[in-house]
């Protein structure tokens, strides 16, 4: 139990076009979706926590304008990279919580993001 | 705030040898800790995690941990080591009242080497 898919797996995309990521969670319901950004060899880093049917909320230093993210049902989420330039390609992982009091998180498998 | 620090970024070891990942953290709230495994270009997947109860958890595959409030850390350990075992490690906090939000370390690449 507690599966959390990511879509796609990879994407190579043009400068200046826009990306969008999905994350379901398979077997439960997720009342909270985290997306996390992954430099190679370096710690995941917050972007965003998203509760479903309300806004997300970004951590400092985030463009929201830049990083759109919709949480519209309890299973899936959508990270949305606008206008991406070379800057943004790195490693997307997303986490679903709220099923346990606990706090645990479980991850998605991640998106590389290359932009040419 | 809560912070993580794993105080080793690599470990190398020979296979069979034991191994200790260090995590230490920092919190002025009781906290939930996790250790997760990452192999290369996949999610993290959890390893262990303390919740509360006994201070040493263990993990299916022979992983140990073990929660020193006084110290405030919640080092890794194995006995002995695989090849497979080579992964990037990362440590965990949770704050029990921050609703879900994980603060990660950042990370150990344990190298496994025959």
């Known amino acids: 139990g507690a599966v959390v898919s990511q879509h796609p797996s990879r994407v190579i995309c043009k400068s200046g076009t826009s990306v969008k990521i999905e994350c379901r969670s398979l077997?439960?319901?997720?009342?909270?979706m985290f997306w996390y950004r992954q430099f190679p060899k370096q710690s995941l880093m917050l972007m965003a926590t998203s509760n479903e049917g309300s806004k997300a909320t970004y951590e400092q230093g985030v463009e929201k304008d830049k990083f759109l993210i919709n949480h519209a049902s309890l299973t899936l989420s959508t990270l949305t990279v606008t206008s991406a330039h070379p800057e943004d390609s790195s490693f997307y992982i997303c986490?679903?919580?709220?099923?346990?009091?606990?706090?645990?998180?479980?991850f998605g498998p991640g998106t590389r993001l290359t932009v040419l | 705030a809560q912070s993580v620090t794993q105080l080793d970024s690599q470990v190398p070891v020979f296979e069979e040898a034991p191994v200790e990942l260090r995590c230490n953290y920092s919190s002025s709230v009781s906290v939930y800790l996790f250790w997760y495994v990452q192999y290369p270009n996949q999610g993290l997947q959890l390893l262990l995690k303390?919740?509360?109860?006994?201070?040493l958890v263990e993990s299916i595959n022979g992983f140990e941990a073990e929660f020193n409030k006084s110290q405030t850390s919640f080092h890794l350990r194995k006995p002995s080591v695989h090849i497979s075992d080579t992964a990037e490690y990362f440590c965990?906090?949770?704050?029990?009242?921050?609703?879900?939000?994980?603060?990660f370390g950042e990370g150990t690449q344990l190298t496994v080497n025959p």
């Open positions: 303390y919740l509360s109860g006994s201070t």
């Open positions: 986490s679903a919580g709220g099923l346990f009091s606990y706090n645990e998180q479980f």
């Open positions: 077997d439960f319901q997720a009342t909270t």
């Open positions: 965990a906090v949770s704050e029990k009242t921050s609703g879900s939000r994980l603060t």
